[in-house]
């Protein structure tokens, strides 16, 4: 036994991940999945020209830890300035950072019951205390979730649009009218990862300059580069200059700072994408449907399919699915939980999912 | 002016970067460098196994988050298991969550005065108090600074081998003798970035269930993959486990992690790289020379020049290098600000340095 001296903190913090990785499984299985359908990764993949920029990157040079030439771009897409917006490792990283600068031991933070653990994690990893509401109706509720946080004063309230792990979404005018219950010192985490997949005016029109409002946005999901690990933040100047004092000025990789600028500005091969993804949830609602379930109307590159019991059963159809051979992951809160989790895949990939899930199904209800 | 509810420490933080990107300076001064020779950069870059590894990488999907085929070969190459080691975000992000992991408000940490600032910004980030000893002949001093860490009772204290940025280094037996006089339940995090380039026996053997020491490592120098971010540390499996507790767990490129791999495996790729780097010293040495200078004896991919004066006459020389259009830094703190910091460039660099140094001495003098 050793006798590390960690913070108090550190020492009460479980070794947890918030996700175990497709990998993982694949060594415990012994064999590698027929398909990813767990993850919401896009399997269409980064454009062309993101994938030529990263393979000609000079790697043997560090990032620009100012991300300059991306922020620039980033900028001129949104309509705002460089200084409005942070590039950092992934969403998962800016939520770190974000929580880092704001919460510490006991700092109150909202989020929904059943909605993004990595957050979860990062709260907890900071000592803040985390309050839950439930859905409504498989959404995340900005009514209930600021009414928490101006009861227990929260710091900040995390609200995905749209929602993972269900998909749904509100659109941008409801929220923009809802932030006028958002109690005065609690900052809007809005989680935006899959907003490029979702309706036109999902996106909220916000002035950059909004201090209530921290906007998150990723490559990983329509533009396909989940490997690269490359998120951004919109905020107000001084929140984004906050992150200087904290972030891993020198954290981003070379070639993935070139790839996002490259697929940024591949607006036809977005296009293309977000096409096969809207052909791929129909497919998946589909198939659903055959089967006799139904599923829950998604703005993402997913869609939640309604097993039609409890998380038990639910459960039971996804464990069938990964014996199969499937990668694929379920929401982790009831009721929730009655659904299974099928992210966008290539038309071979949801050939499978229509061949396993018969099986699944009855797999599960003999279980 | 806006109110954002930042935590105490946060909001005393300053907005810094520990270093100044050469593309910052670059956009101030309107033109791209001749060379890059300030950030130790290895221009020789990855090998070509590494290049083709991560050109093919598949983007779409996330990194393994266990990194579990670069963590085993690495365990194949030190000779330990896959416990024995954490991969991250280049040791500038193992470093955060170290100090993390063991840094509170006012906790005692020790480093020299002078040694690498990315650590001490960590230390800052985090809350603790950083006491600083005195290079010794332009070596960083383990009885110095293990003396310094029983006075204070220090949780952690930052030891590299070689030194940046000078160079310098003990031979690996010193530091083995030397743990003899660190205080219990203190931590040596021993930074090994450029140790790769140093002469056998420089890295001391060390049983990695020693609970005394950290060793962190990285594809940066040696490997010449500074772009991609991969840094690992070796260390007792209680306290790599730890890591689990606040890591980004999704935060490696994925294509970063198959071109360590393949760089890792290229023993003969590495073996010339470090050759290049020998003659590049070797260089760097005789133009110091060529000018009527010394150098500091050298275990890395650069060589520090005494300029002969004190740290405002360095900085003159420097100045004028970086007006000419090379990319140069110099070490913080005297008495090591005497002398600039050249990173082993290509002969083609090195011949700028040749021409430019001349008159880079004269403007010095002229001040």
């Known amino acids: 036994m050793t006798d590390f001296r960690l913070t108090p903190l550190a020492a ?50 560090y990032g620009d830890p100012e991300n300059f030439d991306l922020r620039t771009a980033l900028a001129a897409h949104h309509g705002c300035t460089i200084e409005h917006i942070v590039v950092g490792e992934g969403i998962d990283g800016l939520l770190g950072y974000l929580v880092r600068l704001f919460v510490g031991p006991s700092d109150a933070v909202v989020t929904s019951d059943g909605a ?30 600021f009414a928490k946080a101006k009861e227990v004063d929260a710091k900040l309230v995390y609200l995905a649009n749209p929602d993972n792990p269900m998909g749904t ?27 490029e997949c979702a309706p036109e005016g999902t996106a909220p029109q916000l002035d950059p300059d909004d201090p209530r409002v921290i906007r998150m946005r990723t490559f990983s999901k329509a533009y396909g580069m989940a490997g690269a690990r490359v998120g951004y933040a919109i905020a107000h100047p001084e929140l984004i200059m906050a992150f200087n004092k904290v972030r891993n000025h020198f954290g981003m990789n070379r070639a993935a700072q070139a790839g996002a600028l490259a697929a940024l500005e ?60 499937l990668f694929v992951r379920m929401p982790f809160s009831a009721p929730q939980n009655r659904c299974i989790r099928i992210s966008c895949g290539t038309p071979e990939h ?18």
């Not at 109307?297 to 069938?320: E, H, W, Y």
């Open 116 to 145: 993004y653990p990595t957050f979860n994690y990062h709260v907890a990893g900071f000592g803040g205390t985390l309050h839950k509401v439930p859905y409504v109706e498989d959404h995340e509720d900005p009514a209930s979730l």
């Open 12 to 61: 009460s913090l479980p070794s947890t991940v918030p996700f175990v990785g497709p990998e993982t499984q694949e060594r415990a299985r012994g064999s590698a999945f027929d398909a990813r359908l767990g993850a919401n990764e896009n399997v269409f993949g980064p454009s062309p020209k993101a994938l030529a920029a990263m393979a000609t990157a000079e790697q043997w040079m």
């Open 266 to 325: 591949d607006l036809e091969y977005t296009a293309s994408v977000l096409a096969h993804i809207e052909t791929a949830r129909a497919r998946i609602t589909k198939i659903a449907a055959d089967n006799g379930l139904k599923t829950i109307p998604s703005a993402t590159n997913f869609v939640a399919i309604d097993c039609g019991q409890d998380g038990v059963f639910a459960k039971r159809v996804l464990d069938a699915l990964i014996a199969q051979g």
């Open 350 to 367: 949801l050939d499978l999912f229509a061949r396993y899930l018969p099986l699944a199904l009855k797999t599960a209800t003999e279980g």
């Open 169 to 195: 979404w509100h659109d941008g005018a409801t929220l923009t009218r809802a932030l006028d219950d958002l109690p005065e010192g609690c900052v809007l985490v809005l989680d935006e990862a899959y907003v």
